[in-house]
């Protein structure tokens, strides 16, 4: 059993496409990225409770919290999924005026929103404000037949949509759905300026001037500094923030998802133009920008451009605002070429860099998988002494997940080379996720080899017993000619792990013969959690005795 594709598996994150949720018509905020990522720490925890040994199971417990954590790592790299202009998918809201004329008119046309009958549902709620001019749902009215024009897609629906809004703004600017109405007129005019519309191609124009200034957009950046030498000693974590400092979201409002959703259609439209208005964003270091610079930088990771790397690492390296830092890292992930290996290369290699920041910059360097040079650099940074052993060992840990023959050598010829006894634990690890025979049997030479230390052994057997390329033949006779008690005990809880009859027949013997009283309960306490119809007829016949 791997443990880490099941942590994979429990653990899965459905990004939903932002453009086709749908709205609604009272604004909730939106919950910061962590708790998106929750659930992921849930389940984790949820893992490791679910077999507990009494003593067992802990001694592969900080094995399983480092893996959890860094899976943990990983899915918190991936930003906030909603960076575009968010829409709620709640849908319009309940009816809210049973006494008003049109209510029976309102429930039918949100009936027919919900079912996704867009046409019929634009119609609806168009006859609302034509019957009833002066009804309470007539203002709202406006929004929620554009937005079913937009979900339909036509050239012609599109410009109904865009005149529905373009009325709303005019006639009731104090509509519950205002805001939602600006981030969806910014969404139907990039559409329209994608098909050749110019009025909408203009108006995008005009849009994303009042966010950046031509000539700030123009404006030259800042010579990118010399690479610095590589440092002797290893960075200082950075001082704890002071309380409220980063108070994430608290600058944020609900015009920087018009701005985004400017910027969005400009860039789809015309990325030429777009690009220097995201780097004049970028740029901004006023406290009212982070918001936007946060989502600007995910924009910016979506254009393939010759500039792309540079501006994410210009971010990354200066922004002052630790989640755009972090996001412009992961974000050069996505990023492929030499270019983007080259700048995370200088994130790891600057000693003033944070030093999780260069985590996120480790991470995004697994996931460069075309580039030879971004695993030689890992492979270099795993080896190095002058750096924080936990980023080490995640470095060790990434290298694990990409499988290859030259990772696994590298492993075990770093492996004689460490002394760090967590950091030897990781290499195990990481070679039991690559799997194949030959790794597996050079966990059980560490697992045999009695000059090494007994909890690096445990961890070894542990990890070689839970792949199929060790005969469990082979772990069973390994039983009585164990002479160390730990390591038979480990063994126990290896048998239990496996599905094969002979490990479930071996600890039957172990329950009833073992002369080790503790070696005894052990046995028949994993016995007791097998789902055999034999392992319950045992325990059976052993009450009876």
């Given at each position: ?36 990522i ?57 009816p ?28 609806l ?15 709202d ?55 050749g ?34 440092p ?86 200066s ?79 990434w290298?694990?997940?990409n499988?290859?023959?030259e ?27 690559m ?33 199929k ?77």
């Amino acid at each position: 059993m791997f443990v880490l594709p099941l942590l994979l598996a429990v653990t899965t994150i459905t990004v939903q496409d932002s453009a086709t949720a749908a709205p609604r018509a009272r604004r909730a905020r939106r919950a910061p990225a962590a708790a998106a990522i929750a659930p992921l720490a849930e389940a984790t925890a949820a893992l490791a409770a679910a077999r507990v040994d009494l003593q067992m199971l802990a001694v592969q417990a900080p094995v399983l919290a480092a893996s959890a954590a860094q899976l943990q790592q990983a899915a918190i790299a991936l930003p906030a999924l909603a960076v575009l202009a968010d829409v709620d998918e709640s849908g319009p809201p309940e009816p809210w005026a049973q006494q008003d004329p049109a209510d029976s008119l309102y429930r039918a046309a949100r009936r027919a929103l919900n079912r996704n009958q867009y046409a019929r549902a634009a119609e609806l709620f168009e006859s609302i404000r034509k019957r009833y001019p002066r009804s309470t749902y007539t203002a709202d009215s406006f929004y929620w037949q554009a937005f079913a024009l937009y979900r339909t897609g036509t050239d012609e629906s599109l410009r109904a949509a865009r005149a529905a809004l373009f009325t709303q703004t005019t006639r009731f600017p104090k509509a519950s759905t205002h805001h939602d109405a600006e981030v969806l007129l910014r969404r139907v005019q990039g559409e329209l300026a994608k098909r050749g519309d110019r009025d909408a191609d203009e108006w995008l124009r005009r849009d994303a001037d009042r966010i950046a200034p031509p000539e700030a957009a123009e404006a030259p950046e800042t010579p990118e500094p010399a690479e610095p030498a590589e440092p002797a000693e290893p960075a200082e974590p950075p001082e704890p923030p002071e309380p409220g400092e980063r108070s994430r979201g608290s600058s944020c409002d609900d015009e920087d998802d018009v701005r985004i959703a400017a910027l969005q259609g400009l860039l789809n439209m015309d990325a030429e133009r777009a690009v220097p208005i995201l780097k004049a964003v970028l740029l901004r270091r006023d406290a009212g920008s982070v918001c936007l610079r946060r989502k600007a930088v995910w924009l910016v990771s979506q254009k393939r451009s010759p500039e792309t790397s540079a501006i994410l690492l210009n971010a990354a390296r200066s922004d002052p605002d630790r989640e755009v830092r972090e996001q412009a890292v992961f974000w050069l992930s996505q990023v492929p070429g030499e270019e983007a290996v080259s700048a995370l290369d200088s994130i790891l290699r600057d000693p003033k860099t944070d030093p999780e920041i260069q985590d996120k910059a480790i991470f995004a360097l697994s996931q460069q998988r075309r580039s030879t040079r971004a695993g030689a650099i890992l492979r270099a940074y795993a080896e190095r002494r002058d750096v924080p052993s936990k980023l080490r060992e995640n470095a060790i840990f990434w290298l694990g997940q990409n499988r290859s023959a030259e990772n696994a050598q590298f492993l075990k010829d770093l492996y004689n080379k460490l002394e760090n006894p967590e950091l030897k634990k990781k290499v195990i690890f990481s070679l039991s996720q690559m799997g194949g025979t030959d790794n597996y049997r050079w966990m059980m030479d560490i697992a045999l080899n009695q000059s090494e230390n007994i909890e690096i052994r445990k961890d070894a057997l542990f990890w070689a017993g839970q792949g199929k390329s060790v005969d469990v033949a082979d772990l069973v006779r390994l039983y009585d000619s164990m002479k160390d008690r730990e390591m038979r005990e480990q063994l126990i809880f290896v048998y239990s792990q496996r599905r094969e009859a002979a490990a479930l027949d071996k600890l039957f013997d172990i329950g009833k013969n073992d002369p080790d009283r503790e070696l005894r309960k052990k046995a028949i306490f994993w016995i007791g959690q097998s789902r055999s119809p034999r392992a319950a007829q045992y325990l059976q016949d052993l009450i009876n005795q």
